[in-house]
Every structure is written in structure tokens, then in C-alpha cells.
């Protein structure tokens, strides 16, 4: 195409607008060049993408599997030259010339007639027709093997009889009056030469026939010329030219002609046929045809001159049925004569499929000389008949995998902190790939992602809701009944059905359909960016700096490959239409993730319960990147979460959730209108006001902590906010916590204001801006702590009317340990996992230690012993008690430990510097150690721990020599002073 001088320019496209389409650019040949466009909207910028069409099935194609060639264009376009023929029996692979303009097109048929399609729908259209006229011929003047007609052969006639080859056909003298027929050589296109029959048996000439639509029964008026003889009656024993005459009711016995099966032409008069004068030396040019008796021959043959037969002057029936269907991502116009579509099912030839000779079907792209033309087979998809011929000796393969207790992912990032953990149960799959076609059908019945962050506000990100939330109690027992007859919907289901293919740059699937059950979100602003940071989303702001307007054009280029493989989806559907939709904000976040929120530019709200509707996103007839599918199913959910901004706004933690407290109030009232329940009613109301009134409170508390301006007062009242676990007391404990001390750092707000205003700013610049913030601090801090106290008395009664509906599921499992002594990520246990909770306890308020290791000393339940070893200390727990140590030794004052056995009992004896303390027995062997002892079960678990606590102190020794490298560090340079001279 492109050492093409006279390659056409395309029509015009649509640039401002994100989509798909193709364009067809014609060569002087007028063949077309077809290419894929892709316009997207990355930022500010429109990206326009021009790709090759190369072994990909075209957009559209026109199967023309008549008899006669066809032209076709699209509808509205007035260029002539645009207009393209498709020859009988042939294919042609077409793209729109003006994608502006309507997707229509027109057909039709040379001399014949036209209607106008569009090939989005795929149904049968109206037919098109053409006048079939016939050439009456005299069948022995015609050579088969020189003319390759196709019409049947006749008897044979030995010798070179001068007749032969002539071609002879009826033919109408208009030099004379009277319009005699005579012999001729047969001329394609002349109109004396063809004749059609009528419904009555009259044969018309079309030279005597005015031009009429092909489409319409023609009308047969008493004016019509029709063959007659030229005489008033007929005589059985001589001969009668032949001659037009006009149609009369009184002359049917000469009016009616049929062509017999023995290959002769009668009248409604018995015994005479139509003959050429004079025998065998009546068939010349300009020969007389005449209407006489039969002649009956030796054998039954039928004499040379009265052997008459009928040649069609166009192929086919004269009526074609047009439909449009899919063959892969291609729409194919098909073109078939009537009488190939009323064939019997068994013999039709179908292309594409197995019966028929696909090396007949070309695709004409040059309209000159064979010789010169170029000739190719059209594109095509290989069909599930076609994967059967190639492999008929393949096996179907069936696969069906049921996981009742599913998989489990834990998502640990760089930093060996563990940040979510996916639980997938109930996962059901069944694999079935025949030689046309695999079917993949898989279904998930739950679905659970838990926050695993230590400081994270809400157990659970994600679940599925529950689906009969307010079962009433008149319809519980058809709900049992329904749930013991049928099973539960599962979480997520996937449906896909992919066409086996033999192309490798496009995959066909005929159906690709997600749906993911009502879910409940949750999104901690703190976990959010994690995942952003784990995802590979952060990016450093030195290195946005350096980066210029080539680099982001390399990574649009990169990030759509001409060569990139199609994806063809007849049925595309994903269903994810409810959701309940939580957002929580995060007073606090480390540095890091705090450059990485001003990258992404996220400003988040708290609301939480908030009622989300999406429409699916539905495709059909999908043929694009995998890239163009992300990004118009990523558009399709960002405009429907756009649409429900008014509900994100009702659910607003500072209006105090007005959509959760008009939920509340619903459901309430349908269980007092149902069920007849007012416990169920107040109940409900109950839960809605008080969350109404817990939010509005904290928001109130908030900003007067804000107002304070005490950073660290406020950090510790969002501590002690969140210390909660969620139950009633939980809430009223925090509550009261939080009022308390307030209370108390308003009283001394003053003394501290001013205190760290002097210690930070001088005595000048710090003294009088601290003491206006501790006299500020000493109205807001108490009020702020009595709304927290008000606000967890509100949270105390919402979780104590909590009903299904509201209520979060547990954890699946504790917070992984993500690093073993050695810093290697280990295998999950639950041991383990219940130690580092107790570190996490034990260490509250204080430095941070790592977990190294924990076992049970004495399994007895009256004086049972568990140790916990970490980085800096060794703890000896009570069973009852785990949170208060009976012996705690630092590794710091640790000298080592040792098993002992004595009398039949086994001891751990740890040796550390001696203290004021009072503590267990010591066997002290001098004044400044100690060896306090544990009795443990057996001489195994004694030798164990032993080991493990030396290998804790060892690790604790070697971290002392560790040097810690701190950004600030960076910036520092060792200075030496220059060698000095002296002159």
C-alpha cells in the first residue's frame, strides 16, 4: 500500500472521542486496504493507534454464493468509484468507507434489484431479484467440450455434420412485418435473441417487452407479443412458420408451449413440435423455424433439427435470499440463490464447513487480467468442523475440581509485613475441552479478604452480605425448604466458552460472563496505600522530576503493541451491581506513604454502609486489545461510581450517615408491617440514631482535637479511639478512657503548652504562642474528650442493636508471623501466630520487639508455663494469665541458660545479673548474678528452649554492633582540613 501513488484516503474518523473502528483505504485497483484504528484518552491527551490487519479476520465480509456477481456499497456514499462488483461464487472482505456516515449496506444485482442491509443485526433481509430470460437453441448446434456450458449433454451424433458449432438460436426477423422467427447465432445481450415464459405457457421476446421492476409479478395484458404460428390454424400435415403475435384467449393451442423431457418444444396440439425447415439442412443462419408433425426415428432418437432445449442467459433461479451472520468476529453478508436453500439440510455445502471445497472460495482483489490479477484465499476462522478434520483422533478432556475448604493468599510485602489475606472456599470447577470448542464453568461460594495490619480499624475488607438479611417469619419454612433443595449462590461465578482456533493473533470465545454476588467493602485509607506501595504504584518524586515528555511517549508506544493479540467476545457481561461501600481515613501516616498520597493526588472521606448500584458492563460482538477491554470496562465502573455521588454523600461520617439511618428506619417498619414485631422496630430505630448520633459526635470531637493544636494529644486520643475491639463494653471502655483524659490534659494544658513552647521555640518566641495553646487547650481538650465519651456510649448501644445485616464476620485467622529469627518468611502457624499477638501486647506503648519463638513449658492446667522469646527479652507466662509475666529477663542483662536436670525433673536455669527484685528461687553464685530456675515437663523441651534463648541473645549481641542508616545520614560529609603551607 504504500508504494501505491494512487492509494486512496480513507474516509474521515472521529478523534475526540475514546473507541474502535476500522478504516478502509482503496488502491488504484480499487481493492481494500483495511486497517484498525484505536483512539484513547490517556490524561489530557488523545492517542490515536493505527494497526495492521494482517492475519486477522476482517470486520466484514461478502460471501457471494449465487450465480451471478452482485455489487455492493454503503448506503449514502455517492462515489462511483467506491462501488465494488463481487463475482459469483466468490468472497470479499470489506470495511466501511465513510465510518461517519450510517452502517448500511447496498446490494444488488446487475439488471436486477437492490435493497439496503445492515449487518449489525444478524437476521434474514429482504430478497433481491433479477430477470432470468432464456435463449430457445437448438441443442446440436452447441459442442460441449469446445463450450463448457454445463447444461446436459444430448445424444451424439457421429461425424463433423456442418451444423455443428453454430450455436443457433431463436431469433426474431424484424426486418419484416410479420415478425417471423429464424435462426441465428446466439449473441449475448441481444434482446431479440431472449424469450421468458409466462405463468400460462406464453413465451415472450424481450426486444417486444417494455422494462418492468424484477421485483413485481409481471402484468399479462391482451397486448403482449407471444409466440404463434403465422397462420390462422395449424395443419398436422405440413409445416407452419413460426411468428409473434399478439396474446389471445381463442389461440391457446398455439399460444402454449412446454419443452418436453425428451429435449423437444409442443403446442397444445398433439403431434406437432417446433423444427427447423427443411431437416438437418434447414440449421443455417437465417433458417426458417417451423411448427410440423413428429418424426419418429430408429432407437427412439430425436431428430438434429427437432432437438430444442432452453439456455439461461444468467445462472441461478433469479431470486436470491440474503442474510447476515457470524462467522467468529467476522459479519458475512450471504448471498445464495433460492433453490440452494431448498435443497434437502444433508446435501447443502456450507462454507467453512467440512462438506464443502474451501480451495474454491477466492477472494478477487484486482479486476484485470487473470493473468495479471492477484488471486487469494479470503481470510478466514477456522470453524469447530474445521478442528475436527484436522484432528479427528483427539480426545475430549473433561476435569472437575471441588475445594471445599478453597485457598488461602497472604499478601506480605517487601518490609515482611503482612498486609491482607484472601480467603477463597467452596471453589467448584468444571473443564471440559472437546476438538471445536472448551467450555470453563466455575463458581466460588465465598469470599473473604481480612486486614491484616496490626493497627487496621476494621477486621474484614471484604465478604460477601448475606442474602436473606430479613427473612419474615411467614415465609421461613419455604426459605428452609428452598435452601435444602437448592444450593447457595455463590460468591463469584465465571462462565467462558472459547472456539478451538487455529489463528494465533485473535482468540474467539463465544461467551465470557462474570458475576459477583451483593459484597460489602471496607477500605482503610492506611491499607489502601500499602497495597498501592505493594502493587508497584509509588514512585519516588526525584524520579518524576527527571522524567520528560519523551520518556511518557516511549511508555504510551510500549503499552500498545501494533502486533498485540485480539480478543473476539461474542457475549461479554460482568455482573457486579450492589455493593455496600465503606471508606475510614487514617489520622496518622508514616512518611512514605505520605509522599505516595500526594503522588496519586487521593483525598479520601469517611463514610461507611454507603448502598452502591452498578449496571453491568454488557458487550456484544467484542473484537479489541485485552489493553482497549481493561480500559473501557476501568471508564464503564468510574462513570457509575460517579452517578452515585449523592448516595456516597448521604452516608457521609459529618451529616451522620442520613441513608444508613433512613436503611435502619425501612427495615424496621418491615418487620412491624410483616411480622407484626415492635421490639424489631425499636430495635432498628435504636441502631440508627445512635450511629447517627456516633458519628456526628466524633466528627464534632475531631475538630476541636484539630482546634487544640496538640499533635501529640491528638495522636493519643486517636489511640485511644481505636483500642476497641468492637464489642459494646469495648466502645463504653474506649469511651470513658477518652474522656478521662482529656480531663486530664486540659487541666494540664497549660503548664505542657507553654513548657514544650519554651523547650522547642526559646523563651522569647515560644513562651506566649505556648501559653495561648494551653489556655485553648484547656477548654477543648475536656469538651473533645466528653463528645469521645458521648460518642462511645453511642457506639456501646449501636453494636448492642446490631442486627445481621450490620454485623462483620471474624477474621479467618490471626496476623503471620512474616519473619523467622533468621528474617526468612516462614510457613504459617497459628502457634506462632498466637505469640507475636502476645508481643504485640505485651510491647503495647513501648519499642516494638520481633518474635523469635514461643513453646509450652508445663502443659498442666493448674500450674501451666508457656515461654515467649523475642529480640529483647525472654518471658515466662502463666497460662491463665499470658498478659502478666511471672519472670521477665532482659537480654541485656542476660548471661545464658541451660537445661538442668535434678532429682528426676527437669529445670531451665537462666543466669543474668543480680537485681533488687523479688522474683523466682535463685541459686545466686556470687553477688551479682542470679539463676532463677523453670521446671518444665520434660528434658527435650528443657534442652530446646534453652538453645533458642542463647540464640536470642547471640542475635541481641550481634544487633548492638549493627549500624542503622537513617536518610538523614544522606546529606552528612566528612570535612578534614587541607595541609596547610607556609611561605
Known amino acids: 500500500m504504500a508504494d501505491d501513488n494512487k492509494c486512496r484516503w480513507s474516509g474521515g474518523i472521529r478523534i475526540d472521542k475514546p473507541g474502535s473502528l476500522n478504516i478502509n483505504m482503496r488502491s488504484s485497483n480499487q481493492q481494500s486496504n483495511i486497517m484498525h484504528v484505536e483512539v484513547s484518552l490517556r490524561g489530557a491527551t488523545f492517542f490515536v493507534i493505527f494497526n495492521d490487519y494482517n492475519d486477522i479476520p476482517p470486520p466484514y465480509r461478502i460471501d457471494n454464493l449465487s450465480e451471478v456477481d452482485v455489487v455492493f456499497y454503503q448506503s449514502k456514499v455517492a462515489d462511483m468509484s467506491l462501488r465494488t462488483t463481487c463475482r459469483a461464487k466468490t ?10 456516515l450510517p452502517p448500511t449496506l447496498t446490494v444488488g444485482v446487475k439488471g436486477g434489484s437492490s435493497a439496503t442491509y445492515s449487518l449489525e443485526r444478524l437476521e434474514e433481509g429482504e430478497k433481491l431479484y433479477y430477470e432470468n430470460f432464456i435463449y430457445i437453441a437448438m441443442t446440436h448446434t452447441f459442442d460441449r467440450q469446445s463450450q463448457q456450458s454445463g447444461l446436459p449433454s444430448s445424444s451424439a451424433i457421429q461425424g463433423e455434420e456442418s451444423y455443428k458449432r453454430k450455436q443457433l438460436v431463436f431469433d426474431i426477423d424484424i426486418s419484416g412485418s410479420d415478425k417471423c422467427v429464424v435462426l441465428r447465432p446466439k449473441e449475448p445481450g441481444r434482446r431479440s435473441q431472449l424469450w421468458r415464459m409466462t405463468t400460462t405457457g406464453m413465451l415472450q421476446n424481450e426486444a417486444f417487452i417494455p422494462p418492468r421492476d424484477p421485483r413485481k409479478t409481471p402484468s399479462e395484458t391482451s397486448d403482449m407479443l407471444v409466440l404463434d404460428i403465422a397462420e390462422l390454424t395449424a395443419n398436422p400435415q405440413r409445416h407452419i412458420p413460426l411468428a409473434l403475435r399478439k396474446a389471445d384467449e381463442r389461440r391457446t393451442a398455439t399460444q402454449t408451449w412446454f419443452f418436453d423431457v425428451d429435449g423437444r418444444l409442443h403446442c397444445n396440439i398433439g403431434g406437432l413440435v417446433v423444427q427447423a425447415r427443411h431437416g438437418m439442412q434447414g440449421l443455417y443462419n437465417g433458417g426458417e423455424v417451423v411448427l410440423g408433425p413428429t418424426e419418429f426415428t430408429l432407437q427412439n432418437r430425436v431428430p438434429v433439427e427437432q432437438a430444442i432445449e432452453r439456455q439461461k442467459n444468467l445462472p441461478g433461479s433469479g431470486s436470491l435470499v440474503v442474510k447476515v451472520v457470524a462467522d467468529g ?66 480426545k475430549d478432556i473433561e476435569m472437575v475440581i471441588w475445594l471445599r475448604d478453597g485457598v488461602g493468599l497472604s499478601l506480605v510485602n517487601d518490609s515482611l509485613q503482612e498486609l491482607a489475606y484472601i480467603t477463597l472456599t467452596g471453589i467448584d470447577v468444571h473443564y471440559l475441552e472437546s476438538s471445536g470448542e472448551i467450555n470453563l464453568n466455575a463458581g466460588i461460594n465465598n469470599i473473604q479478604v481480612d486486614n491484616q495490619l496490626q493497627t487496621s480499624l476494621k477486621p474484614v475488607v471484604l465478604f460477601a452480605s448475606k442474602e436473606d438479611e430479613k427473612t419474615p417469619a411467614l415465609s421461613l419454612a419455604v426459605t428452609k425448604l428452598q435452601t435444602s433443595t437448592k444450593t447457595k449462590t455463590p460468591a463469584l461465578s465465571l462462565a467462558v466458552t472459547k472456539l478451538q482456533t487455529s489463528t494465533k493473533t485473535v482468540d474467539i470465545y463465544k461467551r465470557l460472563i462474570v458475576t459477583l454476588c ?46 498485540a493479540k485480539r480478543y473476539f467476545i461474542d457475549t461479554l457481561k460482568l455482573n457486579a451491581t450492589e455493593f455496600k461501600l465503606s471508606v475510614l481515613t487514617s489520622p496518622k501516616l508514616p512518611p512514605d506513604l505520605q509522599r505516595l498520597k500526594k503522588y496519586q493526588g487521593l483525598f479520601l472521606v469517611q463514610f461507611e454502609d454507603a448502598p452502591v448500584s452498578l449496571d453491568p458492563y454488557t458487550r456484544l460482538h467484542a473484537f479489541e486489545t485485552q489493553q482497549f477491554l481493561v480500559d473501557s470496562i476501568a471508564k464503564h465502573y468510574t462513570e457509575e461510581l460517579k452517578s452515585q455521588a449523592l448516595k456516597l454523600l448521604g452516608a457521609m461520617d459529618f451529616l451522620g450517615n442520613p441513608i444508613g439511618l433512613m436503611q435502619d428506619i425501612q427495615d424496621g417498619l418491615k418487620e412491624l408491617i410483616m411480622e407484626g414485631n415492635v421490639s424489631g422496630l425499636a430495635k432498628n430505630v435504636t441502631h440508627g440514631l445512635s450511629n447517627t448520633a456516633a458519628k456526628v459526635t466524633s466528627t464534632l470531637s475531631d475538630g476541636l482535637g484539630t482546634v487544640a493544636m496538640d499533635s501529640r494529644h491528638r495522636d493519643v486520643r486517636h489511640a485511644i479511639k481505636a483500642s476497641h475491639d468492637g464489642s459494646s463494653a469495648g466502645h463504653l471502655k474506649a469511651g470513658v478512657r477518652g474522656f478521662a483524659f482529656g480531663v486530664v490534659g486540659g487541666l494540664t494544658s497549660v503548664f505542657q503548652q507553654t513548657y514544650r513552647g519554651v523547650a522547642e521555640d526559646g523563651l522569647v518566641e515560644g513562651l506566649i504562642p505556648g501559653m495561648a495553646k494551653g489556655i485553648i487547650g484547656t477548654v477543648t481538650k475536656p469538651t473533645a474528650g466528653f463528645l469521645d465519651f458521648a460518642s462511645g456510649t453511642m457506639a456501646a448501644l449501636r453494636s448492642s442493636t446490631s442486627s445481621a445485616s450490620h454485623v462483620m464476620p471474624p477474621k479467618v485467622r490471626p496476623h503471620r508471623c512474616c519473619a523467622n529469627p533468621a528474617g526468612m518468611l516462614p510457613r504459617y502457624s497459628r502457634f506462632d501466630a498466637k505469640g507475636l499477638e502476645y508481643v504485640q501486647k505485651l510491647c503495647e506503648g513501648g519499642k516494638q520487639e520481633r518474635y523469635f519463638a514461643m513453646d509450652t513449658l508445663r502443659s498442666n492446667p493448674s500450674d501451666g508455663m508457656q515461654v515467649l522469646i523475642t529480640s529483647e527479652c525472654t518471658y515466662f507466662l502463666s497460662m491463665s494469665d499470658s498478659l502478666e509475666p511471672v519472670l521477665k529477663v532482659t537480654h541485656l542483662e542476660l548471661y545464658h541458660a541451660r537445661h538442668l536436670p535434678e532429682r528426676s525433673k527437669y529445670y531451665i536455669e537462666v543466669t543474668k545479673k543480680a537485681s533488687t527484685e523479688l522474683g523466682i528461687h535463685s541459686h545466686s553464685g556470687g553477688a551479682t548474678k542470679e539463676r532463677p530456675r523453670v521446671r518444665c515437663d520434660n528434658e527435650r523441651i528443657a534442652k530446646k528452649v534453652s538453645q533458642q534463648i542463647n540464640y536470642a541473645k547471640s542475635c541481641f549481641e550481634e544487633l548492638k554492633q549493627q549500624v542503622i542508616v537513617d536518610n538523614e545520614d544522606e546529606n552528612l560529609r566528612l570535612e578534614l582540613p587541607g595541609p596547610s603551607y607556609t611561605t
Open 518 to 563: 451483593k459484597m460489602t467493602l471496607t477500605m482503610e485509607e492506611l491499607l489502601l496505600l500499602h497495597l498501592f506501595k505493594f502493587f508497584g504504584m509509588a514512585q519516588e518524586e526525584s524520579d518524576v522530576e527527571k522524567m520528560d515528555e519523551n520518556h511518557f511517549d516511549t511508555l504510551r508506544s510500549t503499552s500498545s503493541e501494533t502486533q
Open 329 to 394: 468476529p467476522t459479519r458475512v453478508l450471504q448471498l445464495s440463490d433460492i433453490w440452494a436453500n431448498q435443497q434437502p439440510a444433508s446435501q447443502k455445502s456450507v462454507p467453512g464447513s467440512s462438506s464443502s471445497n474451501r480451495e474454491d472460495w477466492i477472494l478477487v482483489s484486482n479486476e484485470r487480467k487473470m493473468a495479471d490479477s492477484l488471486v487469494i484465499k479470503r481470510p478466514r476462522v477456522a470453524s469447530i468442523s474445521d478442528a475436527v478434520d484436522e484432528e479427528n483422533t483427539k
Open 91 to 100: 468472497s470479499c472482505a470489506y470495511s466501511w468507507d465513510e465510518p461517519i
